[in-house]
């Protein structure tokens, strides 16, 4: 796999949602300091957003959802989001995986 954080972008049939895929790259995983950032930023949106890592679904406005992923550096998780803003919001999302929600490492 490589350093890019997003594989894919699909709009599913029949539904307003968008899902983009996205793997953490940080040193420590989605720890609290990332987390906190993910659900922060999420709160700005109306959107509903989902972030899924394998089997489990948590909502990204919870930094304690987040936290229950305990997704470790490599983990792949799908991004959806569903309304108005969903677009911005997965934009917004995508750049903090991108840019390693602001740590070095």
Do not use: W
Request: charged share 25%; net charge negative.
């Amino acid at each position: 796999m490589t350093e890019e954080s997003v594989l894919r972008e699909e709009t599913p049939a029949g539904g307003e949602a968008i899902v983009r895929t996205v793997v953490v790259s940080n040193q420590l995983g989605l720890h609290a300091r990332p987390a906190a950032k993910l659900a922060q930023e999420a709160q700005n949106f109306a959107a509903d957003i989902m972030v899924v890592c394998e089997a489990q679904e948590v909502d990204a406005k919870s930094i304690l959802d987040v936290l229950t992923l305990a997704a470790a550096q490599g983990s792949v998780l799908e991004l959806r989001a569903d309304g108005s803003d969903a677009v911005a919001a997965l934009d917004c999302l995508e750049d903090l995986f991108k840019n390693r929600f602001g740590e070095e490492k």
